[in-house]
């Protein structure tokens, strides 16, 4: 067997620290969004509540039983404006619920310029949850520019 030429072996060696190159920067890479997803899902980023706070509720849209469903190709088409925004109303309920159970939160400040529209049914289950948080002798404070039938 003979030996391989020089330009053959130089152009070898070249070759062989191209994809040592490449192979470290994938391996780097890969490590790099490993790290990336473990900040993103296992970090923890929030801050935690004062000794003093106030619970800010501020639905923007209309409150609805369930969601409706979500055209993909129209939400590429056209932006999604605030009026389309929906808010579930057992979200709404359970975050009353839960800040009258908590020491923490001390009134409830509902900002209501952004709502637009909720009907009897869940203004009266909304009422029920606000009675609640009223019974446990935390102040409830409506805030907006104006108010509308919904809002009011």
Known sequence: MSKPSLLRRVFGGIWNAITWVRLALANLLFLLMIVIIYF????DSTEPLPEQAALLLNPMGTI???????????TLIAE????DH??????????????????RIN???????SLMYVGISRTQEVVVALEEFKASGKPVV???DYYSQDQY
Do not use: G, H, N
């Open 86 to 103: 929906e808010v579930l109303v057992r979200d709404v309920i359970e975050a009353i619920r839960l800040a009258k159970d908590d020491d």
């Open 107 to 113: 009134s409830l400040v509902m900002e209501l310029d």
């Open 40 to 43: 993103v899902y296992f970090a």
């Open 64 to 74: 609805v039983d369930q969601k409706t469903p979500v055209d993909p190709l129209q």
């Open 80 to 83: 999604p404006s605030p009026a």
């Open 142 to 144: 409506a805030v907006a």
